[in-house]
Structures are given as C-alpha cells and as structure tokens.
C-alpha cells in the first residue's frame, strides 16, 4: 500500500487517511429502470462532473441494467463527494448513497416495519375501525417527525382504542398490511449470503411477529397492546420501545452476535429511528421524514427496498426473490 501523503510514513499514512476521512468510495446510483434515466450518458455526465471538481472516476459498473450501477472513486473525503453527488442529482428522481468500498457489504440487517418494511402505520388503520383515523395519522406524522415525545403521542393514540374488539387486529392484518416492494428480496437475499434480520418497531407484536414470518426475519422485537375480555384496554404494556430501546436492539443483537456495528444496516423513516441509523454502520432514511432526512447523509426517496441490496454491491444475478 502507498502512503496517502507523501509527508507521512509508510506505516501511518493510511492512519491518518482514516482519521481525515479520506478513503476509497463508492457512489450508487439508483433510479426507476421505467422511467429510462440512469443510462449510460447519466452515469458518464455525471463522471464527467466529478472529475471537473478533481474527483475523477475510476471505474463505472452496472449493477442492474438502466436501475443501479457503481462509480468508484480513489481516495476521497466522504463528506465532499456525498454533497457533489447530491447537487448533480438534486433535480431527477435518482438515489445516490456515498460509502467507503470496504465493508460495504453488511451482515445486520435492523430495520423499522411500519411505513418501511410495509406500507402502512397499523396504528392508523386499527384507528380507523373506530372512526379516528385523521386523528390518529396527525398524531403519528408529528410524532414520526420529532415534534413529539414519541412514548408519550403513542400512549395518546393508544388509549383512542380503547373497547376495539381484538379480532379487529387480523382485520387489520388481512385487510390493510401491505409489503413494501423489495422486502422479501432486501431480507431472503442478505440471508442467503449470511447476514441476520431484525425488525424492531415502535409498533405492535401482533403486527411485527406476523411480518416477521412472512418476510422472513430472524428477530421482530415491539410493543405489546392490552387486551382484556377480548377487547382492547387503550394502553400498552410497559415499557414502551421507542427510540433508545431501538438503540439498543442495535447494540446488543451486535454484541450477541458478534457482528461489528460497522457492518450493520439500519433503516427507518421516523424520529424514534434516529439513533439507531446514526449508530448503525450505514443508517439509511427510507422515504423518511423531513427531519429525519435532515439528519441522514444515506437517503432512499424515489427508489424501493432493493436499492438497499444494490447498495452493498449486490447485482441481479445475486439478488433471491
């Protein structure tokens, strides 16, 4: 290995390279393959403008056809190519996420479930059993948002509930959940190649435990609704898992495991998501939040739960479902 400076010894160059931020990267992009914009002119334009701010491309690799592909770059700072990056995007519906090459490939997969491994919040749609659904929802923006206390707005939306017949939750199931596109790929495909899945959620277990089986995650830790004479009570079983509970789902399933936190993926769309995707090695806001995306550098807006795979170098031939 050359030294990263010419002023500083073999033997702590790369050192200081990791100190400084400067390593090797790679930029993925990602785009709707109907919508026909990630083509090979996109790509090359867009080296073309990286190698105009002293960036130069080193290596252009497709991932997926017209939907993902690789630039690789030399030894760059992250923080400078991420805002490069994003500035040529800003104006097309294209995903772009700046990572170091090594260990872009994770072995934790931590993820949120409502709004991001399906498609809906469940606590709306069991409010709408009863009436309450526009209530329940502005409850929920604010709260997934940062604008309130998460514990405390799900108590609230909770005890809305109260006298709502258990059965309703199957209801519910059946009827509203929806998986988002890419999730049985995200999971089945990280599976197939070792990693290990947990969804943990500011939701319900009556929820998450059916998704996890569905989806095929190894782990789905929530929260648990009171159920007495077969109805709902309106409150939840403490404690509540909220934000640090997400937290430390992180740690512990990486300590158990033994999977260093560089190497776990972490993604969600809400407040109460924060500190486990900055905690994670590559946290990811899924079509999150605006204050959320005000806080992530790693952002999916326009594309589905398989450019998590593309991410992490994976190509079509290798992506299971």
């Not at 403490?238 to 260093?260: F, N, V, Y």
């Amino acid at each position: 290995m050359e030294s990263a400076t010419p002023d500083l010894p073999l033997a702590v160059g790369p050192v200081m390279i990791i100190i400084l931020g400067i390593m090797e990267l790679v930029v993925t992009l990602i785009a709707d393959p109907a919508k026909n914009i990630l083509t090979s002119s996109f790509a090359d334009s867009m080296a073309t403008a990286l190698a105009a701010q002293d960036t130069p491309v080193t290596k252009t690799q497709w991932l997926s056809p017209n939907h993902a592909c690789d630039l690789l770059l030399g030894h760059v700072s992250e923080a400078d190519i991420n805002k490069k990056a994003h500035d040529f995007i800003r104006d097309f519906p294209v995903d772009a996420i700046v990572q170091p090459i090594d260990g872009r490939r994770k072995n934790l997969l931590i993820s949120d479930m409502d709004s991001t491994i399906i498609t809906v919040e469940c606590i709306d749609e069991l409010a709408d059993f009863v009436g309450k659904k526009t209530e329940v929802a502005q409850i929920t923006e604010r709260a997934m948002n940062g604008e309130l206390d998460f514990e405390a707005a799900l108590t609230e939306r909770v005890a809305l509930l109260a006298g709502l017949p258990e059965s309703t939750l199957q209801q519910a199931y059946s009827e509203r959940v929806k998986l988002m596109p890419g999730a049985k790929a995200l999971v089945a495909t990280m599976k197939a190649n070792g990693g290990y899945g947990v969804l943990v959620s500011g939701g319900f277990t009556f929820f998450t435990s059916r998704v996890r089986e569905e989806v095929g995650f190894d782990e789905d830790h929530s929260n648990r609704l009171e159920i007495a004479d077969g109805k709902l009570t309106g409150r939840v079983i403490p404690p509540i898992l909220g934000k640090e509970a997400k937290l430390q789902s992180l740690k512990h399933i990486c300590a158990i495991k033994r999977i260093p936190r560089p190497l776990a993926l972490a993604v969600g769309d809400g407040a109460n998501d924060l500190p486990m995707l900055q905690a994670a090695g590559l946290g990811v806001a899924y079509h999150a939040k605006p204050a959320v995306r005000a806080q992530c550098k790693a952002q999916i807006n326009h594309n589905d739960l398989r450019t998590l795979l593309y991410i992490q170098g994976y190509r079509d031939q290798d992506i299971t479902g």
